[in-house]
């Protein structure tokens, strides 16, 4: 089993940035993929990005694409999202997933659905003011 704590959120004006973090307990970080969702008001959890175990590969939502940068550090159990030239519309609660994936999934494996992660944080809120 895995806990997961996100870090990092605040209010922060529209081009700024900010940088999340989530620490993972346990010894097998590296076994998990990693995804970063958020919530808005109002609106249901959305993809944001995501991670394959070795951090070789990524993939992100359109809406956050050159933006963000998703990242991981195995060695300290922890999975960043660093966010630039935010904007209002980034306003939300943030949390970071883990899902360990079936052995014969390789390494390179990530995914953006919601249901195929086992473990949630319990969400950072980020707010851009205009």
């Known amino acids: 089993q895995v806990q997961l704590v996100e870090s990092g959120g605040g209010l922060v004006q529209a081009g700024g940035s900010l940088r999340l973090s989530c620490a993972a307990s346990?010894?097998?970080?590296?076994?998990?993929?990693m995804g970063w969702f958020r919530q808005a008001p109002g609106k249901e959890r959305e993809f944001v990005a995501t991670i394959s175990r070795s951090g070789g590969s990524t993939y992100y939502a359109d809406s956050v694409k050159g933006r963000f940068t998703i990242s991981r550090d195995n060695a300290k159990n922890t999975v960043y999202l660093q966010m630039n030239s935010l904007k209002p519309e980034d306003t939300a609660v943030y949390y970071c997933a883990a899902d360990r994936p079936p052995s014969y999934r390789s390494g390179a494996y990530y995914t953006n659905e919601e249901n195929e992660y086992d473990y949630w944080g319990q969400g950072t809120q980020v707010t851009v003011s205009s």
């Open positions: 346990g010894r097998t970080f590296s076994s998990y993929v």
